[in-house]
């Protein structure tokens, strides 16, 4: 796998989440990559999601990896930020090898750290997307703003600041392995999926 995906706001992350979800299989391991914030945990999120695992999936204080059980039958989804964690020696006080053939793992920060976990990997990076260069000086063209020297910065909110998600596979199982298209996902928060509990991140 190898893609490229503009992804508009923090409810397209979760969606993304979904669609990967659907090829993930027990074994597969994720690194996330990208600075504080970038939606990392947004996107395990998604994952969760389409996995069908008990939630909720936050971003880990104390707990520097949690295991998300399957509410379908499925794996489960083990969840590390390896933030804290300085050398691949760490790394193997978590035992994320133990539980890594029954289930799908991503970890956060994980570059660099996690790759000797398994032959095979997915990478998938997230930065903030550039600005489109539009034409102009990028103003609201038209728009009857109230009057000039109003603020400029009210353009998307925080739950809206496009990213660009690369995602790399590494090894065999990779090959020939595509990002489903974008309608395969369920809206999240539908629940429609599975019919399950899984989603909404009420589960407890
Ligand atoms: N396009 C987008 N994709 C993902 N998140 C977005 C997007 N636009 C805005 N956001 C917001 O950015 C934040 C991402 O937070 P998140 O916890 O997922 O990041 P993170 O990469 O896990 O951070 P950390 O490095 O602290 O673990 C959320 O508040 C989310 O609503
Ligand atoms: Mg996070």
Known sequence: MHAEVTVPAAADMLALGWRLAAVLLPG???VL???LGAGKTTLVQGIGAGLGVRGPITSPT??????H??????PALVHADAYRL???AEVDDLDLDASLETSVTVVEWGGGLVEGLAPDRLDVSIALA????GP???GVPG????????TLDNGPGPEQEPRTVRLAGHGARWEGVGLPPPGSAPTPGSAAASGSAAGSGDAR
């Open 28 to 30: 597969d391991l994720v």
């Open 143 to 150: 728009g009857p703003g109230p009057d000039s020297g109003t």
């Open 69 to 74: 059980p399957s509410l379908s039958g499925g």
């Open 136 to 138: 102009g000086t990028g």
């Open 62 to 67: 104390f707990v520097i990896a949690r295991v």
């Open 130 to 133: 550039l600005p489109a260069p």
């Open 33 to 35: 990559s990208g600075d």
């Open 86 to 88: 300085g050398s691949p």
